[in-house]
């Protein structure tokens, strides 16, 4: 007896697969209909909650023009320097070749400029570790970027993750994103914020003043400064340990308190006269805005 049960336990275990098979094969059309309507149905509701946040990133990107308005006039883009201009025509010529990459590109430059801009007002330490969306919501907390400009920054990210990694990539609705974005990008670049070029990469430091004892390791980097409104000029010098400093370059507003410079003079390398540098000062630290 135990040995029929066995070889009826053998056949059992034979027949589950055969089973198996004979059931897909006399059922593969309901199968392969069912899965084609689930992912019918995935998609559909994909491609309308991507619909949705288009409309609504639209709406956000026109509302950011419309305080553009007071800024700029219709078609007069002559408060962009030639490098923001460059930059968008670079990335509407990728749009012709792979949209995508181009919604990639003007990602990365309104990233870039979100950091320009905290760099320019000297936050870049405070907030060098905080993730973009906590960056920008500080930003929107102390009023660096309006109410707008803030959700319409979270509404492209939305879209842009929902284009990229949704699965299906749309040719035209990434132009509807990446023309949003643009007007985004160009928001963020006409926020007022001071700007500091260097205008002399470093004089010599002097402790007395008559110019006599100077001060080793250490040099006087002058800044042209240019107010947020873009009206006033002035020069200011800073004691700086780096030595490779490039006139002209655009710098971010950071400090070391690893140095602190006593009372000192320097000679104006326009005119040679002798003035006063500061009473004390840390260290200037600023990096080049654009790389």
């Known amino acids: 007896m135990e040995q029929i049960a066995e070889l009826v336990k053998a056949i059992a275990q034979l027949l589950w697969p055969i089973a198996i ?3 897909f094969c006399f059922s593969r059309n309901e199968i392969r209909d069912l899965l084609i309507r689930l992912r019918i149905g995935k998609v559909a509701g994909l491609e309308i909650q991507l619909e949705k946040s288009l409309n609504k990133l639209t709406n956000q990107a026109e509302d950011v023009a419309s305080e553009l308005k007071p800024l700029l006039t219709t078609n007069d883009d002559s408060l962009k320097t030639d490098s ?4 968008i025509q670079d990335i509407l010529k990728s749009s ?3 949209p995508i990459t181009a919604l990639l590109q003007l990602s990365s430059e309104i990233e870039k400029e979100i950091m320009n801009l905290i760099a320019s007002n000297g936050w870049i330490n405070q907030m060098r570790s905080y993730s973009l969306n906590r960056i920008t919501e500080e930003l929107n907390r102390r009023g660096a970027i309006t109410n707008h400009i803030y959700e319409s920054l979270l509404g492209f990210r939305q879209v842009r993750n929902q284009l990229v990694h949704g699965g299906k990539a749309d040719a035209a609705n990434i132009m509807r994103a990446i023309d949003s974005g643009i007007t985004i990008l160009g928001a963020i670049q006409t926020i007022p914020r001071e700007i500091n070029i260097v205008y002399h990469p ?10 006599g004892t100077k001060r080793e390791g250490v040099r006087g980097l002058i800044l042209e400064t ?6 006033i000029k ?8 780096k030595m490779d400093y490039i006139k002209g370059k655009r710098l971010t507003w950071e400090w070391s308190n690893s140095l602190e410079c006593g009372d000192s003079w320097y ?4 005119t ?7 009473t004390e000062s840390y260290e200037f630290v600023g990096k080049y805005l654009d790389g």
């Open 21 to 23: 098979i004979v059931i």
């Open 84 to 87: 923001e201009r460059s930059v």
């Open 96 to 98: 012709i070749l792979s």
């Open 202 to 211: 470093g004089v010599d430091i002097y402790s007395d003043k008559e110019c």
């Open 226 to 231: 240019i107010s947020p409104g873009g009206a």
């Open 234 to 241: 002035s020069k200011r010098i800073f004691p700086t340990t």
């Open 267 to 270: 000679k104006d390398p326009d």
């Open 272 to 278: 040679n006269e002798i003035m006063h540098a500061w």
